[in-house]
Nanobody
Framework: QVQLVESGGGLVQAGGSLRLSCAASGNIASIITMGWYRQAPGKQRELVARITSGGNINYAESVKGRFTISRDNAKNTVYLQMNSLKPEDTAVYYC??????????????WGRGTQVTVSS
């Protein structure tokens, strides 16, 4: 019914940049929030950044000033521009969205994840 598809992960050296994209598709009535979480090996999944339909944004303290989240409501797409990457940013990054489907109502959706690896 509703899918989130991420792209843009990869391998980059410390100090480099990557841009992640996540597109939502399906029988969507509206999208409330879109955001990014990450999970490093042996650690819990954590919020990286989140943006509401109205443009309110939250960032994890560890990425403030380095990462920028943005959203294209017309395309149901959220982006994460990651600059000044550090080895500790290495993780699987998951797209997340709170979506109201025309069929199923409100629910929380996850993408399959995209690997980001930052080498020192």
């Amino acid at each position: 019914q509703v899918q989130l598809v991420e792209s843009g992960g990869g391998l980059v050296q410390a100090g480099g940049s990557l841009r992640l994209s996540c597109a939502a598709s399906g029988n969507i009535a509206s999208i409330i929030t879109m955001g990014w979480y990450r999970q490093a090996p042996g650690k819990q999944r954590e919020l990286v950044a989140r943006i509401t339909s109205g443009g309110n944004i939250n960032y994890a303290e560890s990425v403030k000033g380095r990462f920028t989240i943005s959203r294209d409501n017309a395309k149901n797409t959220v982006y994460l521009q990651m600059n000044s990457l550090k080895p500790e940013d290495t993780a699987v990054y998951y797209c997340n969205a709170a979506i109201i489907s025309r069929v199923l109502g409100a629910d929380n959706y996850w993408g399959r994840g995209t690997q980001v690896t930052v080498s020192s």
